[in-house]
């Protein structure tokens, strides 16, 4: 059977990830679960798994009540903060879902969160908080350079990846990059491209990897523009990438 994966829009501006085959579905980071519950009825789904990536209420505060109504699989990192998951999941585990036969690839991400996990497979990266496209994560948990190993690893995932990740942050997250990257034409594109998407009510996600290494200012801290950029604001020379994502990552969190 075919698998369609498709964005589930929920609270202000979350999205949860919705993977089926027709017949069964898998969700992820269900923080409200109304929507679920009406996207699986209009479509005649029966929820067979939920895939957590991390602790935070906006993305497990539906679980309880979906496992309730349905008695499905939850699948997480081992942190004492989720006690909804009834399968704990570590780096480099391969979890089998009953949907179709879908397979996918527990990757650890900390930075974010220090237990977060992204889920690969099927050309699809569910990032949660961690990669957003033309953006990242706060780093409520870990250290910048935890948070940047983090980008690094996902960056050298195939670059024809199709990236799912938790938030509609991407006009927010284009304006900044336009500041630090002042003359990158694939970015202005990008922006048209999203100002539209956005204007016809329409999600910018999930978007391809390979665009998001020509765009995403925190998958490019080595390029001379943006280390040039993270300089002038901090006042000091920055030698290594990793400097230049923990300014970057200042600069944005007093950007907003």
């Not at 990830?17 to 898998?26: E, N, P, V, Y």
């Amino acid at each position: 059977m075919k698998i369609e994966v498709l964005p589930i829009p929920a609270l202000r501006d979350n999205y949860i990830w919705c993977l089926h085959d027709g017949r069964l579905a898998a969700i992820v980071d269900p923080g409200d679960p109304a929507p679920v519950e009406a996207w699986l009825e209009r479509r005649g789904l029966r929820l067979a798994a939920i895939l957590i990536t991390h602790h935070h209420a906006d993305h497990v505060a539906g679980v309880n009540s979906l496992v309730a109504a349905h008695g499905c699989l939850v699948y997480g990192p081992s942190d004492a903060r989720i006690r909804e998951v009834t399968q704990t999941v570590s780096d480099g585990d391969i979890i089998d879902l009953p949907v179709s036969q879908l397979r996918l690839q527990a990757l650890s991400v900390p930075g974010h969160t220090l237990g977060h996990v992204a889920y690969y497979g099927h050309r699809h990266l569910f990032s949660g908080d961690t990669l957003f496209s033309c953006g990242c994560g706060r780093l409520f948990e870990g250290t910048p350079l935890q948070m940047y190993r983090s980008l690094l690893r996902l960056a050298r995932l195939p670059t024809n990846t199709l990236i799912c990740c938790a938030h509609e942050y991407t006009l927010d997250n284009i304006a900044f990059a336009r500041h630090v990257d002042t003359e990158n034409e694939e970015l202005l594109a990008w922006e048209e491209e999203a100002t539209r998407l956005h204007n016809a009510g329409l999600p910018t996600l999930p978007v391809e990897l390979s665009r998001e290494l020509l765009i995403n200012p925190f998958l490019r801290c080595h390029v001379p523009r943006i280390k040039a950029a993270a300089e002038e604001w901090s006042g000091m020379p920055l030698k290594q990438p990793h400097e230049v994502f923990a300014v970057l990552r200042r600069m944005k969190d007093l950007a907003l």
